[in-house]
């Protein structure tokens, strides 16, 4: 039967091991044994080991032995066979997990009982030698010197270097990059990027290995490099074009948008940003994820575990690594497109409701700022409900800056928003002390941080809650919305995202939004032009039981269309593929339009006609370049997202 044929073998060399005709690798040579924690009761908890094979040929057996503390017992074990001796555990590979590839790892996993105070197993060794692969005793080897140090590619604010691999007794486990005396960052790779620097700036750089037990190789030989001129804002693209694309951190989920896909698609190499959506402000005025104050999402932003197909680079995550979810494949995203900066969004429609509260003192200011900051830039996560994931400096180097959505202030958004009449002035002051914190912090680590803000269409809004040109003395750039202007919140079909006021446009003469009228209430007011980012949507806004008369446009309607996540909502990658099935498509050339319609449900949206149509119009008037919401909307090719790419760059 085969199951003898393959088990045959597994007990063959067994009994060589036991005979002692063959003995399985030593732990000095790379194998290594890591406990993890899973769950813990107060009473009890349950953890496995990792038994990893890091050396150059395969182990065929395993022995595990760890010592447990006094009042601790186990309880039960799976995945291998074990004894006890007092507070001594011997634990074996099972027939069919004994063989382990190089590189390869098995895991067996175990629960524990325990009274009085908890504390980890010691005296863990793995084939006779410490579980941590060390010789057991002291290292005080240092790595070899990085060599061949080198600059593989520079924009107007940062540099990329690489170099080849140090070589140590037992393993190089980090570098560290210094730029001067000055240490300009941490990287596990041999390459690394250096940002925040000054356009057309030499600079002279070297790089350090080092161990896990903290020796250090001496530094490189050094290579001067220099920033391309510029402004350092925004990075590639035409005129200083930025494209900022929008991720949304529930994409992951129903949706099946992973940061990968912004890769696959091809959008990756043409945004020069993304935006992550959102991150929660709580009723104190602070930062948090969740399950500290309730409402957030830790999992899909660190915790989450995603498969091989799903991760940027083709890596399945691990359980134990320390940083997960959409943080770690952005991190990664990063690295396989340097140019890309990547900014931590704010608030957004359902979570701004207590920014009003973070901005109201200099105290309330000071602290939520502080408390942005250490989560996302410096990248001190929470661990929570037991998870590996995070830690002090886990997201370290994921965030190049935050992102303010606070929708509104000074007049209400989503029911139930805190809304006061300083919240105008207290706009301006909590992005004046963003700005003071970024800085300081960057001045610290060697690079400069972005602050960006999301700012609102309609006029009145503008005039109730910003201090125009005030905010632009502390932003890099804002991004305008650009649609959303009308929507089956209504009872009459509209445009949500026309350039200009459409001719017969029925709104009460206030309500008569559009993407110039916008643009030009911030120009007027003193906005710098060239800051000023409008957003395109990629979705379209629907009503239903629309009357067949002028093609669908400014009719009575019986309520919002169905919509596969959202009635009145639809992606354009759904959208597209109504054309020729009983939908035509109409356009507006003058206002600057579209629309699809079967004789009865009406769609407004964006596609590469009308994008293409919105570049020109951003090039015409010197905007600083375009803004979607949101990436996910998009085709797997990135049909939209070429056609502002090919816009912008034309």
Known sequence: MPRCRWQLPVALATLLVALG????????????????????????????????????????????????????????LWDATYTVSGQQVTVRNASWNGAVASGAQVSFGFGVAYSGTYADPGDCTVNGRPCDGSSGTPDTESPTA??????????????????????????????DVLRGDTKAGTTSQTSFTVTGLAAGTSYTFTVKARDAAGNTSPASSPVTASTTEGNGDPGPGPGGQRKVGYFTQWGIYDRGYFVKNIDTSGTAAKLTHINYAFGNVSADGRCFEANQQGVGDAWADYQRRFSAGQTVDGVADRYDQPLAGNFNQLKKLKAKHPHLKVNFSLGGWTWSKYFSNAALTDASRKAFVASCIDLFIKGNLPRIGGEPQGGPGSAAGVFD??????????????????????DRQNFTLLLAEFRRQLDAYGAEVGRKYELTAFLPADPAKIEAGFEVPKIFSYLDFATVQGYDLHGAWEKITNHQSALYVPEGDPSEPERRFSVDKAISTYVD???????LVLGVPFYGRGWTGVPNVNDGLFQPASGPAPGRWEDGYEDYKRLKNLVGRGYTVYRDTIAGHAWLFDGSTFWTFDDPTELTRKTSYIKSKGLGGAMIWSLDGDTANGELMSAIHNGLSR
């Open 525 to 531: 007011k003193g906005a710098p032009k060239d800051e």
């Open 146 to 175: 990085p060599a061949n140090l080198r600059n593989t590619g520079a924009t107007s604010n940062s540099i990329t270097l690489a170099w080849d691999a140090a070589s140590d007794n037992i393993g190089v486990t980090a570098y």
């Open 21 to 76: 005709l063959t003995a399985p690798a030593h732990a000095g040579d790379g194998l290594t044994a890591t406990f993890t924690k899973t769950s813990d009761w107060g009473t009890g908890y349950e953890a496995r080991y990792t038994i990893k094979n890091g050396s150059p040929t395969a182990i065929d057996g395993w022995t595990v032995e760890f010592t447990l503390p006094s009042g601790h017992r186990i309880s039960s």
């Open 401 to 422: 800056g935050i992102d303010i959505d606070w929708e509104w202030p000074g007049s209400e958004g989503n029911a139930g928003n805190i809304v006061r009449p300083e």
